[in-house]
């Protein structure tokens, strides 16, 4: 599947595909300003020196390929500088990236992002609820990776479901620690020899939570380390599109017979809760234009004090007159109110809270 992109005329955009070649190559070739996130899991650069053993002197299965291996941090920083900067010319300028690391590396990529012109927005730990014991007892268990998300530059907008998160932590604010299982059992891909296909796949979960929260249905997720495609897998079964990149051939085939698994939910299951901020600012005046509200109706404080409404939408009391928030903070002597969650209406001698009518016409103006 292809997209065109509004700023390229006839250059497409290959969605939903994966692209094999090296990662900086094949973004600097795609259409500038046509993805909305990236989410990149790049080489750690571990520096292991020498096997693993545990104690039952069995073989760690540790990440020492090739494409992990640089042969100094300087090559590794150019490394890290030249594709944050190709991925930062595909993002739109609504775009944002996530980029998730250990000890190892992640302090050198949050500084080149920095030094790129990024915005950092979070770094999150993911904690890890079943973590690989450190057989050698001369560290601490290395229990967490560190994610960062930032957007393309400061003061730019990017794409935040808060009530979404804020849904799938039990109605509690989403905090920026994650305790999240890794991957294992049977989503633990395995190549022919029943080993793991890939030292480093990433949890699913990790990634539905990362793309409910921070992208909308139908959006474009690049992954320039795409791996065994776990972002890719998440993505297409949340109705997101996605862009993969990889060189090596063997991961490239597991992640295809992957991905021709994915079942997408129903369109109508992707819908998240919207952030209030979101919505559509309705000021109080407009409940007397659309006769919600009507000239001469009083409304009731908390405290059982009067204040009517006038034709031009302010309030008035018997000391006081202005906007629902500024009779509502002079009435309880107080810097500010929120007055839509402050003051009420009566209806068949119930007292009801006005932010019911402001939703009743939000509901209104969205069916126009």
Request: hydrophobic share 40%.
């Amino acid at each position: 599947m292809t997209v065109k992109t509004p700023d390229t005329g006839a250059r497409a955009l290959p969605v939903n595909q994966i692209i094999a070649g090296d990662c900086i190559e094949v973004m600097r070739g795609l259409p500038e300003g046509s993805v909305d996130l990236i989410f990149a899991d790049p080489p750690y650069n571990l520096q292991l020196r020498g096997d693993l053993h545990r104690p039952d002197n069995s073989r760690v299965d540790a990440v020492d390929d090739a494409w992990d291996s640089f042969g100094s941090f300087d090559a590794y920083d150019r490394f890290t500088r030249d594709w944050l900067a190709a991925a930062q010319r595909l993002l739109k300028p609504t775009g944002a990236i996530w980029v998730i690391g250990s000890y190892h590396n992640i302090f050198r990529v949050g500084a080149a992002l920095q030094d790129a012109g990024y915005w950092i927005l979070n770094d999150v730990i993911w904690r890890k609820s079943n973590p690989m014991p450190n057989f050698r007892g001369k560290r601490l268990t290395n229990a967490h990776e560190t994610l960062i998300w930032a957007s393309k530059s400061e003061g730019a907008k990017y794409t935040f479901n808060y009530e979404a998160l804020k849904n799938l932590n039990e109605g509690v604010q989403m905090r920026s620690d994650w305790m999240l299982p890794i991957c294992t059992g049977h989503e633990r891909l395995k190549d022919a020899n029943g080993d793991k296909a890939h030292p480093t796949q990433k949890p699913e979960s990790l990634l539905h939570r990362v793309l409910v929260g921070t992208t909308n249905p139908g959006d474009v997720v690049l992954d320039p380390f795409f791996g065994t495609g776990t972002t890719g897998a998440v993505a297409r079964m949340l109705g997101r599109n996605f862009i993969g990149i990889e060189r090596e051939a063997g991961y490239r085939e597991v992640a295809a017979r992957r991905l021709a698994k994915v079942r997408p939910l129903e369109r109508a299951t992707l819908e998240v809760t919207a952030s209030k901020r979101a919505e559509p600012r309705i000021p109080f005046g407009q409940l007397v234009e659309h006769g919600l509200l009507r000239p001469g109706e009083v409304l009731v404080s908390p405290r059982g004090q009067a204040a009517m409404v006038r034709v031009d939408g302010s309030l008035v009391s018997a000391e006081h007159r202005g906007s629902i928030h500024q009779v509502g903070a002079a009435l309880e002597n107080a810097p500010s109110c929120n007055g839509w969650t402050y003051w009420q209406f009566k209806r068949e001698g119930k007292l009801i809270p006005i932010d019911i009518l402001r939703q009743q016409l939000r509901a209104a103006l969205r069916e126009t």
